[in-house]
């Protein structure tokens, strides 16, 4: 997949790499969004705790399933408008749930945006690393899914916040409006996209190769080690450290500034060597979940392990999309999509697994059976090191977007 770009200033650079890490920002700020409220939504709408949490899960289905397809069916369309219309879109179905007391057409909503998500993150990837040269590829991989960083670390708190003052819609309110402001800056300063290379169905044997699936395993299986610890990360700090009240935010919120850090830091070890980058995060995050269940008992220490698997674990995201798109070659447009229904399979799986562990034995479980999933990942990524991009006449196999000559800046 090739895309030549008409060289851009380096101010109008940054600020269509920020314009795409603001509309991330706010996509996932929404996704998340309901997990702070949801006992709001239970009460106003009248279900049990376990039903409204159904709508998490319709909007990582819609992700996981939704999304490829939509990419794939969008696959010609110029990126810029693609990103425009996912937004209008996503604007429209934040605002089902504001003006509908319907359960049911809220769970239909949220697997909606949840596909709108996967469609616009795989395309803002796309038209972010095609107005960067090569080499910076994984930082501008970086500063586009760091937006979903920052959101966990600061847009949910926020969000949360916001819901109890002024009711859950009134999130919902607020995520629109910050919709609107990320469309009109698309509008402005992100520039136009054409799209290159074949349809989907060409893309596709080059998106769905052994080569690309194999780093997808890994992707699957490093997040849910991750998910497996994180869902019950709640439970194990106040039983196994003694955690609670609002001493539990500041964990968390070191957790979520560490996920941030790692992502944009980790754009510019994908750039340098992103299979090895996977090798090291995944020891890395060996290590902190290990250390993690081992000195769980001693609060310091646990906010220092929470650091370092927030570094590693996320430090790691920018070289899964890097390793995808080039071992995609042609297919790179298509399979910028598939990183983020891995990352939800793994999400889904590794919290089952956590589920029972905990429900089985001990509040300390969930981080143990994170431990033994993160283990396996680790010859995983030692193994897809090896795997080489396709061979292809037209462009170079390890930058499948090529931007023009003149140098762009290093994202910020």
Do not use: C, H
Request: glycine content about 12%; proline content about 6%.
């Amino acid at each position: 997949m090739s895309t030549q770009q008409p060289a851009l200033s380096p101010g109008r650079t940054n600020l269509a790499l920020a314009t795409l890490f603001l509309g991330t920002f706010v996509l996932g700020s929404a996704e998340l969004l309901v997990v702070g409220v949801l006992n709001l939504i239970a009460n106003d709408l009248q279900v049990s705790i376990p039903a409204a949490g159904y709508l998490v899960t319709a909007y990582a289905l819609g992700l996981t399933i939704g999304g490829p397809i939509l990419t794939a069916l969008t696959i010609k369309l110029n990126k810029r408008t693609i990103l425009l219309g996912a937004l209008v879109l996503y604007i429209l179905g934040n605002l089902i749930p504001v003006f509908s007391a319907s359960y049911g057409l809220f769970i239909v909503a949220r697997a909606f945006t949840g596909s709108i998500q996967g469609l616009f993150v795989g395309v803002a990837i796309v038209a972010g690393i095609s107005i960067v040269p090569p080499e910076r590829m994984g930082r501008a991989i970086s500063v586009v899914i760091a937006g979903f960083a920052v959101s966990a670390a600061l847009g949910v708190p926020l969000g949360t916040l916001v819901g109890q003052a002024l009711g859950w819609r009134g999130s919902f309110v607020a995520v629109v409006a910050l919709g609107v402001i990320a469309l009109v800056a698309t509008l402005a300063l992100v520039p136009s996209v054409p799209s290159m290379g074949g349809g989907a169905g060409n893309q596709a044997k080059y998106a769905f190769a052994p080569r690309v699936l194999a780093v997808l395993f890994l992707v699957f299986l490093v997040m849910a080690a991750q998910y497996s610890a994180l869902t019950y990360i709640v439970p194990f700090l106040e039983n196994v450290t003694g955690v609670s009240g609002s001493m539990l935010s500041v964990f968390l919120l070191a957790y979520g500034v560490a996920t941030a850090v790692g992502t944009l830091g980790g754009g510019r070890f994908a750039d340098k060597n992103a299979g090895r980058t996977l090798i090291v995060a995944s020891i890395g995050v060996v290590i902190a979940l290990g250390a993690l269940y081992l000195i769980g008992a001693w609060a310091i220490l646990v906010i220092v392990a929470l650091l370092v698997w927030g570094v590693f674990g996320f430090g790691m995201v920018p070289s899964f999309q890097y390793r995808v798109v080039s071992l995609a070659g042609p297919g790179g447009a298509l399979a910028s999509s598939l990183p983020a229904s891995a990352v939800n399979a793994g999400i889904a799986f590794g919290s089952i697994a956590g589920g029972v562990a905990i429900g089985s034995f001990s509040a300390s479980s969930a981080v143990l059976t994170g431990v033994i999933i993160a283990v396996i990942a680790v010859p995983v990524a030692w193994a897809t090191s090896f795997i080489k991009p396709p061979v292809i006449d037209e462009a170079p196999a390890e930058a499948p977007v090529t931007a023009a000559a003149t140098p762009a800046p290093e994202p910020a």
